[in-house]
């Protein structure tokens, strides 16, 4: 499809930005006019490869043509409705969605964000046990309502008066940093999680309800959770008589390298309730809570409440719908297991080129690029991480780097999983010639035109 955009005047289009209301991330400086694939494009021309998948959203790819029949379709038969009426695509999708979770994630309803999802998950976990403490990681990201941003410390909460009472904090899992360790040095996430519980138990009124997780905690600088971590993880819930809820948003349906990223260790692990948002819309404004027979029977006899004006919307559903067909007709999940091991070995072998990057993780084609000014103290380099990522997309790679405090200059890669192993290896020699290229990344070579010649996987 053309460039509905191609000429446009950007200089107008800057000044006319001004109209914008601020909303605390930095524009990026020149203007996007067509993403297609896993590209896109400014106003300039200037293409870039897309690592980010836009928010973190476009599983298989920007204007995906399959994706494009079906919105077209539905604007023009079947686009909205009132919330208690039910349609084709959101019964089917809920039959799809569901027969792809393992027994125990029985109903779904669907709203529009990954925030209104988890602010739904909550508020059915409160209604369900009765009680009202929240506990989430100390680095985690849930969204921007009330009860989701009082049940995450990422971000968000300074100068806006009290939170809703009762939200307590677990040490965020981070294998690179954590005080946490063994007498042999490794990381001991097992003391850590004890640690937690023991603070939380302290601080409780007796009131918990549940706790929120993400299985690699993305905003929180792309740290997985360790093996074993949600398997007692569930038993201290289970102990406590609280609800486990995982936040997928950005993991689920292929992105991580399973279907549903909480199973990936295979420890047979099942939430209570599971939100998903980001990747089952393809970048629509799509999401979904997913949750058991008991609790969804539960909730239907008690009257459990949750209005948005796009509750069961039928177009988005239909979105969710086609992009779970793709992702099993293409075999996007084993696609994504089997090119995120080359993303990681090209990283690492990145990583033993430039002193600057501290830690390589992740899983999929979802990884964390941490990047540091000194190797004994490990500081984050928000600065040089800030250069690395400007000489990036000047060469035509877009990765975003975090630079608040949770993330400590972490560049967050996660292209969309239809993404080829050409269009993979373009990226990493993109990255390459950026660290080449940029003064302070701490090169361990002596050639220096070296790290730009063999920069393939």
């Given at each position: 499809m053309a460039n509905i955009y191609a000429d446009v005047n950007e200089e107008?289009?800057?000044?006319?930005?001004?109209?914008?209301?601020?909303?605390?991330?930095?524009?990026?400086?020149?203007?996007?006019?067509?993403?297609?694939?896993?590209?896109?494009?400014?106003?300039?021309?200037?293409?870039?490869?897309?690592?980010?998948?836009?928010?973190?959203?476009?599983?298989?790819?920007?204007?995906?043509?399959?994706?494009?029949?079906?919105?077209?379709?539905?604007?023009?038969?079947?686009?909205?409705?009132?919330?208690?009426?039910?349609?084709?695509?959101v019964i089917g999708l809920a039959k799809k969605l569901t027969s792809?979770?393992?027994?125990?994630?029985?109903?779904?309803?669907?709203?529009?964000?990954?925030?209104?999802?988890?602010?739904?998950?909550?508020?059915?976990?409160?209604?369900?046990?009765?009680?009202?403490?929240?506990?989430?990681?100390?680095?985690?990201?849930?969204?921007?309502?009330?009860?989701?941003?009082?049940?995450?410390?990422?971000?968000?909460?300074?100068?806006?008066?009290?939170?809703?009472?009762?939200?307590?904090?677990?040490?965020?899992?981070?294998?690179?940093?954590?005080?946490?360790?063994?007498?042999?040095?490794?990381?001991?996430?097992?003391?850590?999680?004890?640690?937690?519980?023991?603070?939380?138990?302290?601080?409780?009124?007796?009131?918990?309800?549940?706790?929120?997780i993400e299985p690699i905690l993305s905003s929180g600088g792309m740290h997985p959770l360790p093996k074993g971590y949600l398997k007692a993880l569930k038993r201290h819930c289970e102990r406590r008589g609280m609800l486990l809820i995982i936040d997928e948003a950005q993991t689920a349906l292929g992105r991580a390298g399973d279907m549903f990223a909480f199973q990936h260790y295979g420890e047979e692990v099942v939430p209570d309730i599971l939100t998903l948002s980001k990747t089952l819309g393809n970048g629509l404004p799509l999401s979904a809570v997913v949750t058991h027979n008991k609790i969804a029977d539960f909730a239907k006899e008690r009257g459990f409440m949750f209005y948005t004006t796009h509750i069961n919307d039928p177009l988005p559903a239909a979105v969710g719908e086609r992009v779970l067909e793709i992702v099993l007709r293409d075999n996007l999940v084993e696609k994504s297991r089997r090119l995120g091991e080359q993303l990681q070995e090209g990283l690492q072998r990145l990583q033993s080129r430039y002193g600057c990057i501290g830690d390589i993780r992740g899983r999929g084609l979802m990884a964390g690029v941490e990047i540091i000014a000194d190797q004994q103290t490990m500081e984050p380099g928000l600065d040089l991480g800030d250069r690395i990522g400007t000489r990036m997309s000047k060469l035509g790679l877009w990765a975003q780097l975090g630079t608040m405090q949770s993330f400590s200059g972490v560049f967050r890669i996660a292209p969309p999983i239809t993404i080829t192993e050409n269009e993979l290896r373009e990226g990493l020699e993109i990255m390459e010639r950026a660290f080449a290229t940029t003064e302070g990344t701490m090169a361990l070579y002596t050639n220096p035109q070296l790290g730009v010649a063999r920069s393939k996987l």
């Amino acid at each position: 499809m053309a460039n509905i955009y191609a000429d446009v005047n950007e200089e107008q289009l800057q000044a006319d930005a001004s109209s914008l209301l601020s909303y605390g991330t930095k524009f990026y400086p020149d203007i996007i006019t067509h993403a297609k694939g896993v590209y896109i494009y400014t106003a300039t021309g200037h293409r870039m490869l897309d690592w980010t998948s836009g928010q973190m959203s476009c599983l298989i790819g920007h204007g995906n043509p399959e994706i494009v029949e079906v919105i077209s379709k539905h604007a023009a038969s079947l686009d909205h409705l009132f919330s208690g009426m039910l349609s084709p695509p959101v019964i089917g999708l809920a039959k799809k969605l569901t027969s792809l979770t393992p027994p125990g994630l029985d109903k779904a309803l669907f709203l529009s964000t990954g925030g209104e999802s988890n602010e739904a998950a909550i508020r059915l976990a409160k209604f369900y046990t009765g009680k009202f403490e929240i506990v989430g990681l100390s680095a985690s990201w849930h969204g921007m309502g009330g009860g989701a941003v009082a049940a995450q410390y990422h971000s968000g909460r300074a100068g806006y008066g009290p939170v809703l009472p009762g939200n307590h904090v677990l040490p965020a899992p981070n294998a690179y940093r954590s005080i946490f360790r063994r007498a042999d040095g490794g990381y001991d996430w097992e003391g850590e999680l004890e640690f937690g519980f023991t603070l939380v138990d302290r601080q409780s009124c007796g009131s918990l309800a549940a706790v929120i997780i993400e299985p690699i905690l993305s905003s929180g600088g792309m740290h997985p959770l360790p093996k074993g971590y949600l398997k007692a993880l569930k038993r201290h819930c289970e102990r406590r008589g609280m609800l486990l809820i995982i936040d997928e948003a950005q993991t689920a349906l292929g992105r991580a390298g399973d279907m549903f990223a909480f199973q990936h260790y295979g420890e047979e692990v099942v939430p209570d309730i599971l939100t998903l948002s980001k990747t089952l819309g393809n970048g629509l404004p799509l999401s979904a809570v997913v949750t058991h027979n008991k609790i969804a029977d539960f909730a239907k006899e008690r009257g459990f409440m949750f209005y948005t004006t796009h509750i069961n919307d039928p177009l988005p559903a239909a979105v969710g719908e086609r992009v779970l067909e793709i992702v099993l007709r293409d075999n996007l999940v084993e696609k994504s297991r089997r090119l995120g091991e080359q993303l990681q070995e090209g990283l690492q072998r990145l990583q033993s080129r430039y002193g600057c990057i501290g830690d390589i993780r992740g899983r999929g084609l979802m990884a964390g690029v941490e990047i540091i000014a000194d190797q004994q103290t490990m500081e984050p380099g928000l600065d040089l991480g800030d250069r690395i990522g400007t000489r990036m997309s000047k060469l035509g790679l877009w990765a975003q780097l975090g630079t608040m405090q949770s993330f400590s200059g972490v560049f967050r890669i996660a292209p969309p999983i239809t993404i080829t192993e050409n269009e993979l290896r373009e990226g990493l020699e993109i990255m390459e010639r950026a660290f080449a290229t940029t003064e302070g990344t701490m090169a361990l070579y002596t050639n220096p035109q070296l790290g730009v010649a063999r920069s393939k996987l």
